[in-house]
Protein backbone atom coordinates (compact mmCIF):
# COMPACT_ATOMS: atom_id res chain seq x y z
CA UNK A 1 0.00 0.00 0.00
CA UNK A 2 2.39 2.03 0.76
CA UNK A 3 4.41 1.88 -2.24
CA UNK A 4 1.23 2.51 -4.60
CA UNK A 5 0.86 6.13 -2.20
CA UNK A 6 4.62 6.72 -3.23
CA UNK A 7 4.08 5.99 -6.89
CA UNK A 8 0.92 8.20 -7.16
CA UNK A 9 2.62 11.08 -5.10
CA UNK A 10 5.98 10.75 -7.91
CA UNK A 11 3.86 10.65 -10.86
CA UNK A 12 1.64 14.08 -9.08
CA UNK A 13 4.76 15.94 -8.46
CA UNK A 14 6.14 14.90 -12.33
CA UNK A 15 3.17 16.46 -12.93
CA UNK A 16 3.59 19.33 -11.95
CA UNK A 17 7.37 19.27 -12.75
CA UNK A 18 6.57 18.95 -16.32
CA UNK A 19 3.31 21.42 -16.74
CA UNK A 20 5.10 24.62 -17.87
CA UNK A 21 5.91 22.33 -20.99
CA UNK A 22 2.16 21.19 -21.09
CA UNK A 23 0.78 24.16 -20.89
CA UNK A 24 3.21 25.50 -23.62
CA UNK A 25 2.76 22.06 -25.65
CA UNK A 26 -1.33 21.92 -25.52
CA UNK A 27 -1.68 25.93 -26.16
CA UNK A 28 0.57 25.36 -29.35
CA UNK A 29 -1.01 22.04 -30.29
CA UNK A 30 -4.94 23.15 -29.48
CA UNK A 31 -4.81 26.81 -29.35
CA UNK A 32 -2.60 27.82 -32.28
CA UNK A 33 -2.43 24.54 -34.24
CA UNK A 34 1.16 24.41 -34.63
CA UNK A 35 3.51 21.94 -33.08
CA UNK A 36 6.80 23.83 -33.03
CA UNK A 37 5.91 24.06 -28.68
CA UNK A 38 5.09 20.72 -28.57
CA UNK A 39 8.69 19.69 -30.65
CA UNK A 40 10.51 22.10 -27.78
CA UNK A 41 9.13 20.69 -25.14
CA UNK A 42 9.53 17.00 -26.29
CA UNK A 43 13.05 17.41 -27.10
CA UNK A 44 13.84 19.79 -23.71
CA UNK A 45 12.17 16.47 -21.81
CA UNK A 46 14.11 13.96 -23.54
CA UNK A 47 16.98 15.42 -22.52
CA UNK A 48 15.99 15.10 -18.21
CA UNK A 49 18.46 12.74 -16.83
CA UNK A 50 16.98 9.58 -14.48
CA UNK A 51 13.84 8.74 -12.77
CA UNK A 52 12.92 12.60 -12.84
CA UNK A 53 13.32 12.97 -16.05
CA UNK A 54 10.93 9.16 -16.92
CA UNK A 55 8.59 10.46 -14.74
CA UNK A 56 8.42 13.87 -16.59
CA UNK A 57 8.32 12.34 -19.86
CA UNK A 58 5.69 10.03 -18.65
CA UNK A 59 3.61 12.93 -17.52
CA UNK A 60 4.24 14.51 -20.46
CA UNK A 61 3.18 12.53 -23.19
CA UNK A 62 0.21 10.76 -21.11
CA UNK A 63 -0.97 14.47 -21.77
CA UNK A 64 0.10 15.26 -25.20
CA UNK A 65 0.07 11.92 -27.28
CA UNK A 66 -3.11 10.56 -29.06
CA UNK A 67 -2.95 7.73 -26.27
CA UNK A 68 -0.02 6.93 -23.47
CA UNK A 69 -0.51 4.52 -20.02
CA UNK A 70 0.95 5.74 -16.85
CA UNK A 71 3.61 2.53 -17.27
CA UNK A 72 5.16 3.82 -20.80
CA UNK A 73 8.95 3.84 -20.17
CA UNK A 74 10.92 6.57 -21.98
CA UNK A 75 14.52 6.69 -21.58
CA UNK A 76 17.00 9.96 -21.80
CA UNK A 77 16.78 10.88 -24.93
CA UNK A 78 14.41 9.62 -26.67
CA UNK A 79 11.66 11.52 -28.35
CA UNK A 80 8.62 11.18 -29.69
CA UNK A 81 8.37 13.71 -32.99
CA UNK A 82 4.70 13.99 -33.54
CA UNK A 83 1.82 13.88 -30.78
CA UNK A 84 -0.64 11.66 -32.94
CA UNK A 85 0.57 8.38 -31.47
CA UNK A 86 -1.12 5.98 -29.32
CA UNK A 87 0.92 3.83 -27.68
CA UNK A 88 -0.08 0.90 -25.68
CA UNK A 89 0.12 -0.47 -22.31
CA UNK A 90 3.39 -1.57 -20.85
CA UNK A 91 5.76 0.02 -23.46
CA UNK A 92 9.15 0.76 -22.65
CA UNK A 93 11.35 2.99 -25.27
CA UNK A 94 15.22 2.48 -25.00
CA UNK A 95 17.79 5.54 -24.91
CA UNK A 96 18.07 8.26 -28.21
CA UNK A 97 14.76 6.63 -29.58
CA UNK A 98 13.29 8.94 -32.62
CA UNK A 99 9.57 7.92 -33.04
CA UNK A 100 7.77 9.10 -35.67
CA UNK A 101 4.03 8.32 -36.09
CA UNK A 102 3.08 5.24 -34.50
CA UNK A 103 0.44 2.93 -33.21
CA UNK A 104 2.01 0.22 -30.91
CA UNK A 105 -0.40 -2.78 -28.58
CA UNK A 106 0.61 -3.95 -25.26
CA UNK A 107 4.40 -5.28 -23.95
CA UNK A 108 6.19 -3.22 -26.50
CA UNK A 109 9.66 -3.31 -25.89
CA UNK A 110 11.88 -1.13 -28.06
CA UNK A 111 16.48 -1.18 -27.48
CA UNK A 112 18.31 1.80 -27.61
CA UNK A 113 18.63 4.18 -30.72
CA UNK A 114 16.15 2.90 -33.03
CA UNK A 115 13.99 5.15 -35.35
CA UNK A 116 10.47 4.21 -36.37
CA UNK A 117 9.42 6.38 -38.93
CA UNK A 118 6.13 7.73 -40.31
CA UNK A 119 6.05 5.17 -43.09
CA UNK A 120 8.75 5.16 -45.87
CA UNK A 121 7.81 8.18 -48.41
CA UNK A 122 8.65 11.15 -46.16
CA UNK A 123 10.72 13.38 -48.18
CA UNK A 124 9.87 15.14 -51.68
CA UNK A 125 12.47 14.67 -54.22
CA UNK A 126 12.96 18.24 -55.91
CA UNK A 127 11.11 18.99 -59.08
CA UNK A 128 8.69 15.47 -57.82
CA UNK A 129 5.35 15.98 -57.70
CA UNK A 130 3.44 15.09 -54.41
CA UNK A 131 0.99 12.04 -56.72
CA UNK A 132 4.22 10.77 -58.08
CA UNK A 133 6.55 8.47 -57.07
CA UNK A 134 8.79 11.10 -54.84
CA UNK A 135 5.58 12.36 -52.68
CA UNK A 136 5.38 12.60 -49.49
CA UNK A 137 3.67 10.15 -47.59
CA UNK A 138 3.13 10.16 -43.32
CA UNK A 139 1.84 7.33 -42.62
CA UNK A 140 1.05 5.18 -39.10
CA UNK A 141 3.46 2.46 -38.46
CA UNK A 142 2.09 -0.19 -36.31
CA UNK A 143 4.27 -2.50 -33.61
CA UNK A 144 1.50 -5.46 -32.66
CA UNK A 145 1.43 -7.13 -28.76
CA UNK A 146 5.02 -8.33 -27.40
CA UNK A 147 7.19 -6.67 -30.44
CA UNK A 148 10.66 -6.71 -29.86
CA UNK A 149 12.71 -3.96 -31.68
CA UNK A 150 16.47 -4.38 -31.69
CA UNK A 151 19.55 -2.08 -30.91
CA UNK A 152 20.00 0.61 -33.56
CA UNK A 153 16.99 -0.98 -36.14
CA UNK A 154 15.09 1.46 -38.00
CA UNK A 155 11.27 0.92 -38.53
CA UNK A 156 9.45 2.23 -41.48
CA UNK A 157 6.77 -0.59 -42.12
CA UNK A 158 4.07 -2.21 -39.42
CA UNK A 159 5.39 -5.22 -37.30
CA UNK A 160 2.86 -7.27 -35.96
CA UNK A 161 2.26 -9.23 -32.82
CA UNK A 162 5.29 -11.27 -31.46
CA UNK A 163 7.56 -9.62 -34.22
CA UNK A 164 11.25 -9.45 -33.26
CA UNK A 165 13.22 -7.15 -35.55
CA UNK A 166 16.83 -8.01 -35.00
CA UNK A 167 19.84 -5.09 -34.06
CA UNK A 168 20.74 -2.98 -37.16
CA UNK A 169 18.34 -3.88 -39.07
CA UNK A 170 15.87 -1.40 -41.69
CA UNK A 171 12.27 -2.82 -41.69
CA UNK A 172 10.99 -1.62 -45.17
CA UNK A 173 8.42 -4.59 -45.41
CA UNK A 174 5.71 -5.73 -43.03
CA UNK A 175 7.09 -8.33 -40.35
Not at 57 to 81: M, N
Not at 97 to 114: E, K, N, P, Q
Not at 138 to 163: C, N, P, Q, S, Y
Request: with cysteine; proline share 5%; net charge positive.
Amino acid sequence: MLVRVLKIMAHGIALVAASPFLVYSLAGLRVFGTRGPYSFSAWTLAFVPGLPGLLMRRAFYRATLDEAHWDLSVQAGSVFVRPDCRIGPNNWFGAYCVIGRCRTGRDVLVASRVSILSGRRQHALPGASEAGAGGVEFRETFLGDAAWIGEGAVVMADGGDHAVVGAGSVVVHPV
